[in-house]
């Protein structure tokens, strides 16, 4: 099996894979949406009556969106993750009593009028769990509305709840070869046809470019045709070698979520290698 990586930054990774099966790409994909674990807001305490500022101005503890519907807002704001700092709450050390290696608690201290962001949540102690993504919006409050919220966010994963999942877009396809077997008798509808923009004209001629862009819809093969109408475009997908492509939310970095998928499934494969290996013919 080989891996090239096409395009690799903090939130999106584009790699090619060679010499697998569409079985083992579909495992990768499922693992990396259900699996790898991330943290997320999973409590949100409210704080009820009254809220007065440093003036003694007093404030109506509510907003224009319901209390469940702001924790929902709250759970689905990308939490950054250490994979190598924190635990899952039921498997720390503290038995589940909340803890620095399970547990981050967040508290929003806001008075309207204003809008309510993602990055008004404020984590007690270490600074470096701050919300990266800090214009997320979350409720807007009026003159004399207030909030003040507690919310302890712990680690999940997308089988639990979709808050949990740390890829947002996350897919392969077959990987796609394009090859021209002559001149177009109308080169321009040739090139127009398709929607990936994978030809281009040179010289008055069609010519492919980036065929990796290929979705396979075959749109080219009707459109490229010579004088008698017969096709000059060949489009195939390989069932052995596969495009794969996703994007984080900015919990994990995209390097460490595939890292760490690699690593579930190598040690999945290697316990079922062993429980096989006890098994007398």
């Known amino acids: 099996m080989k891996l090239q990586v096409r395009e690799l930054t903090d939130t999106r990774c584009s790699f090619v894979v060679d010499g697998t099966m569409p079985d083992i ?11 790898v674990p991330k943290m997320a807001i999973d409590e949100v305490e409210f704080h009820m009556g009254p809220i007065r500022d440093e003036e003694g101005n007093e404030y109506d503890s509510n907003s224009a969106l319901f209390d469940e519907m702001i924790a929902h807002r709250l759970g689905l704001v990308p939490i950054p993750t250490d994979l190598t700092q924190f635990t899952f ?63 302890t966010a712990v680690m999940g994963t997308g089988a639990q709840h979709a808050k949990w999942q740390p890829v947002t877009v996350c897919g392969y396809k077959y990987y796609p070869t394009v090859k021209l077997t002559g001149d ?13 923009k994978v030809f281009e004209l040179d010289e008055g001629k069609v010519k492919v470019v980036d065929p990796e862009r290929c979705d396979l819809c075959m749109n080219c093969v009707q459109a490229c045709t010579d004088a008698e109408g017969v096709s ?35 040690n999945r494969y290697e316990e079922m290698r062993e429980m096989f290996s006890g098994i007398e013919a």
Not at 184 to 196: G, H, L
Not at 234 to 263: I, M, P, Q, R
């Open 25 to 35: 790409v579909n495992t990768l994909r499922r693992t990396l949406v259900s699996e």
């Open 232 to 266: 000059l475009v060949t489009v195939e997908g390989s069932d052995k070698k596969f495009l794969f492509t996703f994007e984080t939310d900015g919990s994990l970095k995209a390097k460490d979520a595939l890292a760490h998928a690699l690593e579930m499934l190598s």
């Open 89 to 151: 709450k039921d498997r720390c050390e503290c038995e589940g009593n909340g803890c620095p290696h399970c547990t981050i608690i967040y508290v929003l201290n806001k008075k309207g009028p204003c809008m309510v962001y993602s990055g008004d949540l404020q984590p007690l102690g270490d600074m470096s769990l701050a919300v990266k993504e800090q214009l997320i919006p979350i409720v807007k409050l009026k003159e004399k509305q207030a909030l003040l919220i507690y919310a």
């Open 184 to 196: 177009c008798a109308d080169p321009k509808r040739c090139v127009s046809s398709c929607p990936k």
